[in-house]
């Protein structure tokens, strides 16, 4: 291997491009399997099922469990992209979910602001994004629709 200071800045863009691809290619496995973690686990905590929080109806209370399933969704992505752009963070939730970007976008601000306002929501949210941070067990249903 060449020394680091005589390297081309042609070899640092092939191993960055490198390094994307294989985030590109490895990293959905880890995220869909975090996803069905995450799923089962809002779904648990907001007292709906996995498949109200993925599916298209919209009573407040299925709402308000999708929206915090995505935002903690967000969260575990864009917690482990090495940079600070956050629009892949938002297209990669939004395919989990089957949705476009604005919808994980609107859903991460409708959040935000339930969780400063309302007590409840606030306490709801925090035993979902718990659950972010624990380890998923081997799953037996692939939510993805």
Not at 29 to 40: A, G, L, V
Not at 41 to 70: F, N
Request: glycine share 2%; net charge positive; proline share 6%.
């Amino acid at each position: 291997m060449k020394n680091f200071k005589t390297q081309s800045p042609d070899y640092f863009q092939k191993q960055l491009s490198e390094a994307m691809f294989r985030l590109k290619t490895q990293a959905p496995d880890y995220f869909q399997e975090q996803f069905n973690h995450i799923i089962r686990g809002v779904a648990k905590v907001y007292r709906v099922t996995p498949e109200d929080i993925l599916g298209r109806s919209r009573p407040p209370h299925v709402v308000e469990a999708r929206q915090a399933a995505m935002m903690v969704m967000f969260k575990c992505i864009s917690d482990s992209f090495p940079t600070p752009r956050l629009s892949g963070a938002y297209s990669k939730t939004a395919r989990l979910f089957n949705r476009n970007h604005g919808t994980v976008m609107h859903a991460r601000s409708a959040m935000e602001n339930r969780i400063k306002i309302s007590e409840r929501s606030y306490s709801l949210w925090k035993k979902a994004r718990r659950l972010s941070r624990t380890k998923p067990e081997p799953d037996q249903i692939d939510y993805q629709i």
